[in-house]
Protein backbone atom coordinates (compact mmCIF):
# COMPACT_ATOMS: atom_id res chain seq x y z
CA UNK A 1 0.00 0.00 0.00
CA UNK A 2 1.57 3.27 -1.36
CA UNK A 3 1.12 6.25 1.01
CA UNK A 4 0.19 9.20 -1.24
CA UNK A 5 -0.28 12.86 -0.12
CA UNK A 6 -4.02 11.87 0.51
CA UNK A 7 -2.36 10.03 3.92
CA UNK A 8 -0.89 12.90 4.71
CA UNK A 9 -3.20 15.33 4.36
CA UNK A 10 -5.47 13.35 6.34
CA UNK A 11 -2.76 13.26 9.58
CA UNK A 12 -2.76 17.03 9.38
CA UNK A 13 -5.90 17.52 8.94
CA UNK A 14 -6.87 14.56 12.00
CA UNK A 15 -4.48 16.58 14.28
CA UNK A 16 -5.74 20.29 13.74
CA UNK A 17 -9.60 18.58 14.41
CA UNK A 18 -8.06 17.24 17.69
CA UNK A 19 -6.47 19.99 18.93
CA UNK A 20 -10.15 21.51 18.71
CA UNK A 21 -11.07 18.70 20.03
CA UNK A 22 -9.22 19.09 23.13
CA UNK A 23 -8.98 22.63 23.24
CA UNK A 24 -9.80 24.66 26.80
CA UNK A 25 -10.46 20.96 27.96
CA UNK A 26 -9.61 20.35 31.65
CA UNK A 27 -8.49 16.88 31.83
CA UNK A 28 -9.77 15.92 35.04
CA UNK A 29 -12.78 16.76 34.47
CA UNK A 30 -13.18 14.56 31.07
CA UNK A 31 -12.02 11.51 33.11
CA UNK A 32 -14.64 11.94 35.36
CA UNK A 33 -17.12 12.14 32.71
CA UNK A 34 -15.73 8.09 32.07
CA UNK A 35 -17.06 7.50 35.89
CA UNK A 36 -20.90 7.83 35.45
CA UNK A 37 -20.98 5.57 32.35
CA UNK A 38 -24.06 3.19 32.73
CA UNK A 39 -22.61 -0.10 31.15
CA UNK A 40 -25.90 -1.74 30.58
CA UNK A 41 -26.95 0.99 28.33
CA UNK A 42 -23.44 0.70 26.68
CA UNK A 43 -24.40 -2.76 25.48
CA UNK A 44 -27.79 -1.38 24.20
CA UNK A 45 -25.96 0.78 22.27
CA UNK A 46 -23.20 -1.64 20.57
CA UNK A 47 -26.43 -3.83 19.62
CA UNK A 48 -27.79 -0.65 17.95
CA UNK A 49 -24.22 -0.27 16.26
CA UNK A 50 -24.23 -3.80 14.57
CA UNK A 51 -27.90 -3.04 13.72
CA UNK A 52 -26.67 -0.51 11.13
CA UNK A 53 -24.90 -3.19 9.80
CA UNK A 54 -27.95 -4.89 9.24
CA UNK A 55 -29.86 -1.69 7.62
CA UNK A 56 -26.84 -1.61 5.24
CA UNK A 57 -26.67 -5.22 4.46
CA UNK A 58 -30.84 -4.78 3.89
CA UNK A 59 -30.50 -2.02 1.39
CA UNK A 60 -27.25 -3.44 -0.14
CA UNK A 61 -29.03 -6.26 -1.20
CA UNK A 62 -31.58 -4.47 -3.15
CA UNK A 63 -29.10 -2.33 -4.70
CA UNK A 64 -27.05 -5.75 -5.97
CA UNK A 65 -29.84 -7.45 -7.19
CA UNK A 66 -29.69 -5.98 -10.89
CA UNK A 67 -26.49 -7.14 -11.11
CA UNK A 68 -26.62 -10.67 -8.90
CA UNK A 69 -29.22 -12.36 -6.26
CA UNK A 70 -26.15 -11.65 -3.43
CA UNK A 71 -26.11 -13.74 -0.31
CA UNK A 72 -26.95 -12.31 2.94
CA UNK A 73 -24.13 -13.48 4.59
CA UNK A 74 -21.88 -12.11 2.24
CA UNK A 75 -23.32 -8.81 2.33
CA UNK A 76 -22.80 -8.62 5.84
CA UNK A 77 -18.95 -9.71 5.75
CA UNK A 78 -18.04 -7.20 3.11
CA UNK A 79 -19.77 -4.68 5.50
CA UNK A 80 -18.25 -5.79 8.21
CA UNK A 81 -14.59 -5.97 6.47
CA UNK A 82 -15.35 -2.66 4.89
CA UNK A 83 -16.01 -1.02 8.33
CA UNK A 84 -12.90 -2.49 10.28
CA UNK A 85 -10.57 -1.81 6.39
CA UNK A 86 -12.13 2.12 7.09
CA UNK A 87 -10.56 1.67 11.01
CA UNK A 88 -7.29 0.02 10.59
CA UNK A 89 -6.18 1.56 6.77
CA UNK A 90 -5.53 5.18 5.90
CA UNK A 91 -7.52 6.92 2.85
CA UNK A 92 -10.67 5.22 3.17
CA UNK A 93 -9.38 1.50 1.62
CA UNK A 94 -12.69 0.55 3.21
CA UNK A 95 -14.85 1.56 0.50
CA UNK A 96 -12.57 -0.42 -1.93
CA UNK A 97 -12.02 -3.28 0.01
CA UNK A 98 -15.23 -3.65 1.13
CA UNK A 99 -16.51 -3.59 -2.84
CA UNK A 100 -13.36 -5.97 -3.59
CA UNK A 101 -14.30 -8.77 -0.83
CA UNK A 102 -17.92 -8.79 -1.93
CA UNK A 103 -16.91 -9.26 -5.73
CA UNK A 104 -14.50 -11.98 -5.26
CA UNK A 105 -17.10 -14.18 -2.21
CA UNK A 106 -19.97 -13.48 -5.12
CA UNK A 107 -17.55 -14.04 -7.98
CA UNK A 108 -18.77 -10.36 -9.74
CA UNK A 109 -16.72 -7.57 -10.80
CA UNK A 110 -15.36 -5.36 -8.44
CA UNK A 111 -16.02 -2.73 -10.78
CA UNK A 112 -19.67 -3.46 -10.53
CA UNK A 113 -19.54 -4.20 -6.76
CA UNK A 114 -18.31 -0.45 -6.34
CA UNK A 115 -20.98 0.99 -8.57
CA UNK A 116 -23.43 0.62 -5.59
CA UNK A 117 -21.41 1.47 -3.12
CA UNK A 118 -20.86 5.07 -4.63
CA UNK A 119 -24.91 4.75 -5.10
CA UNK A 120 -25.34 4.35 -1.98
CA UNK A 121 -23.07 6.98 -0.68
CA UNK A 122 -25.57 9.33 -2.41
CA UNK A 123 -28.47 7.73 -0.64
CA UNK A 124 -26.39 8.41 2.41
CA UNK A 125 -25.84 11.86 1.50
CA UNK A 126 -29.41 12.62 0.71
CA UNK A 127 -30.14 10.77 4.19
CA UNK A 128 -28.20 12.93 5.93
CA UNK A 129 -29.02 16.50 4.23
CA UNK A 130 -32.53 15.61 4.87
CA UNK A 131 -32.17 15.10 8.33
CA UNK A 132 -29.86 18.24 8.24
CA UNK A 133 -32.90 20.36 6.62
CA UNK A 134 -35.31 18.92 9.46
CA UNK A 135 -32.45 19.90 12.26
CA UNK A 136 -31.84 23.86 10.95
CA UNK A 137 -35.87 24.49 10.61
CA UNK A 138 -37.47 22.94 13.08
CA UNK A 139 -34.98 23.25 15.85
CA UNK A 140 -34.32 26.40 17.92
CA UNK A 141 -30.67 26.90 18.76
CA UNK A 142 -29.13 29.21 21.09
CA UNK A 143 -29.25 33.35 20.30
CA UNK A 144 -25.79 33.03 20.82
CA UNK A 145 -25.40 30.66 17.38
CA UNK A 146 -27.90 32.73 15.66
CA UNK A 147 -24.87 33.64 12.57
CA UNK A 148 -23.71 30.30 12.72
CA UNK A 149 -26.96 29.10 12.26
CA UNK A 150 -27.84 31.24 9.32
CA UNK A 151 -24.73 29.91 7.53
CA UNK A 152 -25.16 26.35 8.12
CA UNK A 153 -28.83 26.57 6.57
CA UNK A 154 -27.58 28.62 3.56
CA UNK A 155 -24.98 25.46 3.50
CA UNK A 156 -27.51 23.25 3.51
CA UNK A 157 -29.58 24.89 1.16
CA UNK A 158 -26.51 24.87 -1.49
CA UNK A 159 -25.62 21.13 -0.44
CA UNK A 160 -29.57 20.06 -1.11
CA UNK A 161 -29.22 21.85 -4.39
CA UNK A 162 -25.71 20.73 -5.48
CA UNK A 163 -27.35 16.91 -4.54
CA UNK A 164 -30.26 17.44 -6.64
CA UNK A 165 -27.83 18.19 -9.81
CA UNK A 166 -25.55 15.87 -8.97
CA UNK A 167 -29.28 13.07 -8.65
CA UNK A 168 -30.11 14.67 -12.31
CA UNK A 169 -26.39 14.01 -13.59
CA UNK A 170 -27.06 10.13 -12.74
CA UNK A 171 -30.24 9.88 -14.12
CA UNK A 172 -29.29 11.35 -17.48
CA UNK A 173 -26.02 9.39 -17.37
CA UNK A 174 -28.15 6.26 -16.95
CA UNK A 175 -30.74 7.38 -20.18
CA UNK A 176 -28.17 8.82 -22.09
CA UNK A 177 -24.52 8.23 -21.35
CA UNK A 178 -23.04 9.83 -24.63
CA UNK A 179 -24.57 13.29 -23.53
CA UNK A 180 -23.79 12.53 -19.97
CA UNK A 181 -20.29 12.00 -21.30
CA UNK A 182 -20.16 15.36 -23.54
CA UNK A 183 -20.88 17.38 -20.64
CA UNK A 184 -18.16 15.40 -18.28
CA UNK A 185 -15.87 16.12 -21.32
CA UNK A 186 -16.98 19.92 -21.36
CA UNK A 187 -16.51 20.43 -17.59
CA UNK A 188 -13.44 18.73 -17.11
CA UNK A 189 -11.41 20.13 -19.61
CA UNK A 190 -9.49 22.61 -17.32
CA UNK A 191 -7.73 19.75 -15.54
CA UNK A 192 -4.60 17.78 -16.45
CA UNK A 193 -5.34 15.12 -19.25
CA UNK A 194 -4.94 12.22 -16.89
CA UNK A 195 -7.09 13.61 -14.44
CA UNK A 196 -9.49 13.86 -17.08
CA UNK A 197 -9.51 10.47 -18.12
CA UNK A 198 -9.67 9.06 -14.48
CA UNK A 199 -12.78 11.06 -14.23
CA UNK A 200 -14.25 9.43 -17.54
CA UNK A 201 -12.92 6.51 -16.20
CA UNK A 202 -14.89 6.33 -12.79
CA UNK A 203 -17.71 7.46 -14.07
CA UNK A 204 -18.03 4.84 -16.48
CA UNK A 205 -17.27 1.89 -14.03
CA UNK A 206 -20.26 2.77 -12.23
CA UNK A 207 -23.01 3.68 -14.89
CA UNK A 208 -23.51 0.15 -15.16
CA UNK A 209 -25.16 0.34 -11.30
CA UNK A 210 -27.49 3.38 -12.08
CA UNK A 211 -30.74 1.00 -13.44
CA UNK A 212 -31.40 0.63 -9.69
CA UNK A 213 -33.06 4.10 -10.35
CA UNK A 214 -35.83 2.34 -12.82
CA UNK A 215 -36.32 -0.19 -10.10
CA UNK A 216 -39.31 1.25 -8.26
CA UNK A 217 -39.78 -0.75 -5.69
CA UNK A 218 -36.79 -1.65 -4.94
CA UNK A 219 -36.23 1.78 -4.94
CA UNK A 220 -38.43 2.61 -2.33
CA UNK A 221 -37.02 -0.17 -0.32
CA UNK A 222 -33.23 1.54 -0.64
CA UNK A 223 -35.14 4.93 0.30
CA UNK A 224 -36.88 2.86 3.15
CA UNK A 225 -33.36 1.63 4.73
CA UNK A 226 -31.55 4.27 3.78
CA UNK A 227 -33.85 6.23 6.58
CA UNK A 228 -34.05 3.67 8.89
CA UNK A 229 -30.06 3.20 9.18
CA UNK A 230 -29.66 6.95 9.90
CA UNK A 231 -32.16 6.29 12.68
CA UNK A 232 -30.69 4.18 14.21
CA UNK A 233 -27.27 5.87 14.11
CA UNK A 234 -29.12 8.54 15.91
CA UNK A 235 -30.27 6.05 18.22
CA UNK A 236 -26.92 5.09 19.08
CA UNK A 237 -25.55 8.04 20.00
CA UNK A 238 -29.29 9.12 21.60
CA UNK A 239 -28.70 5.85 23.78
CA UNK A 240 -25.21 6.47 24.43
CA UNK A 241 -26.08 10.08 25.84
CA UNK A 242 -28.01 8.56 28.27
CA UNK A 243 -25.84 6.32 29.26
CA UNK A 244 -24.48 9.38 31.06
CA UNK A 245 -27.77 10.72 32.31
CA UNK A 246 -28.02 12.90 30.00
CA UNK A 247 -31.45 13.76 28.75
CA UNK A 248 -31.85 15.71 25.67
CA UNK A 249 -34.35 15.32 23.03
CA UNK A 250 -34.02 12.65 20.30
CA UNK A 251 -33.75 15.65 17.69
CA UNK A 252 -30.42 16.46 19.64
CA UNK A 253 -28.94 13.16 18.66
CA UNK A 254 -29.87 13.80 15.25
CA UNK A 255 -27.98 16.97 15.32
CA UNK A 256 -24.92 14.80 17.03
CA UNK A 257 -25.87 12.40 14.04
CA UNK A 258 -25.67 14.90 10.94
CA UNK A 259 -22.36 16.84 12.55
CA UNK A 260 -20.11 13.71 12.51
CA UNK A 261 -21.68 12.90 9.58
CA UNK A 262 -20.19 15.87 7.86
CA UNK A 263 -16.62 15.66 9.94
CA UNK A 264 -16.08 11.99 8.98
CA UNK A 265 -16.11 12.92 5.36
CA UNK A 266 -13.20 15.09 5.45
CA UNK A 267 -9.67 13.69 4.58
CA UNK A 268 -8.63 12.15 8.02
CA UNK A 269 -6.56 9.54 9.73
CA UNK A 270 -7.56 5.94 10.19
CA UNK A 271 -10.45 5.95 12.32
CA UNK A 272 -11.39 9.67 12.06
CA UNK A 273 -9.35 10.25 14.67
CA UNK A 274 -9.88 14.04 15.46
CA UNK A 275 -12.37 14.81 12.50
CA UNK A 276 -14.83 12.71 14.94
CA UNK A 277 -14.01 14.10 18.14
CA UNK A 278 -13.94 17.46 17.28
CA UNK A 279 -17.66 17.25 15.48
CA UNK A 280 -19.07 15.43 18.93
CA UNK A 281 -17.62 17.92 21.17
CA UNK A 282 -19.35 21.01 19.43
CA UNK A 283 -22.51 19.48 18.76
CA UNK A 284 -23.01 18.58 22.29
CA UNK A 285 -21.41 22.07 23.36
CA UNK A 286 -24.57 23.37 21.32
CA UNK A 287 -26.76 22.10 23.83
CA UNK A 288 -25.18 23.35 26.64
CA UNK A 289 -22.81 20.51 27.80
CA UNK A 290 -19.21 21.99 29.44
CA UNK A 291 -16.57 21.72 26.91
CA UNK A 292 -14.67 19.03 29.43
CA UNK A 293 -17.93 16.80 29.41
CA UNK A 294 -18.73 17.24 25.41
CA UNK A 295 -14.98 16.22 24.87
CA UNK A 296 -15.39 13.36 27.43
CA UNK A 297 -18.42 11.64 25.55
CA UNK A 298 -17.32 12.52 22.64
CA UNK A 299 -14.10 9.77 22.84
CA UNK A 300 -16.53 7.12 24.22
CA UNK A 301 -19.12 8.13 21.05
CA UNK A 302 -16.06 7.23 18.94
CA UNK A 303 -14.79 4.50 21.31
CA UNK A 304 -17.98 2.84 20.32
CA UNK A 305 -17.63 3.25 16.76
CA UNK A 306 -14.15 2.10 16.23
CA UNK A 307 -13.76 -0.96 19.11
CA UNK A 308 -16.94 -2.78 17.14
CA UNK A 309 -15.58 -1.92 13.88
CA UNK A 310 -12.27 -2.99 14.26
CA UNK A 311 -13.38 -6.76 16.06
CA UNK A 312 -16.04 -7.13 13.49
CA UNK A 313 -13.36 -6.43 10.93
CA UNK A 314 -11.19 -8.88 12.18
CA UNK A 315 -13.70 -11.54 12.74
CA UNK A 316 -14.95 -11.68 8.99
CA UNK A 317 -11.18 -11.17 7.76
CA UNK A 318 -10.78 -14.32 9.50
CA UNK A 319 -13.86 -16.20 9.01
CA UNK A 320 -13.50 -15.68 5.05
CA UNK A 321 -10.16 -15.82 5.03
CA UNK A 322 -8.72 -13.04 3.83
CA UNK A 323 -4.91 -11.37 4.36
CA UNK A 324 -3.98 -8.24 5.04
CA UNK A 325 -1.68 -8.05 2.31
CA UNK A 326 -4.93 -8.77 -0.15
CA UNK A 327 -6.58 -6.13 1.37
CA UNK A 328 -3.73 -3.55 1.40
CA UNK A 329 -3.26 -4.43 -2.15
CA UNK A 330 -6.58 -3.58 -3.71
CA UNK A 331 -5.81 -1.02 -6.36
CA UNK A 332 -7.03 0.82 -9.01
CA UNK A 333 -6.28 -2.02 -11.78
CA UNK A 334 -8.08 -4.70 -9.36
CA UNK A 335 -10.97 -2.47 -9.56
CA UNK A 336 -11.00 -1.96 -13.42
CA UNK A 337 -10.60 -5.48 -13.45
Not at 21 to 44: E, N, T, Y
Not at 109 to 126: G, M
Request: net charge positive; hydrophobic share 60%.
Amino acid sequence: MRLDYKFYLGLLVGVVFLYLALHKVDFVQMALVFSRIRWPLIIVALVLYYLTYVARMFRWKLLMAPIKDTRYRNLFSAVAIGFGANNMFPVRLGELVRAYSLGKMEKVRTSAVLATVVIERVFDILTVLGMLVVVLFFVTFPEAYGNFMTGLRAAGIASLVAMAVFISFLVLLEKNRDRAMVIVRFFSRPLPERFRLRIESMITSFADGLNILYHGRKLVGIVFFSVLLWLVIAAFYWVILFSFDISLPFMAAVFVTVLIAFAVSLPAPPGYIGTFHAAARYALVFYALPASEAAGIGIVMHALNFIPAIAGGLLFIWLDKMSFAEMTHVKEEQIKG
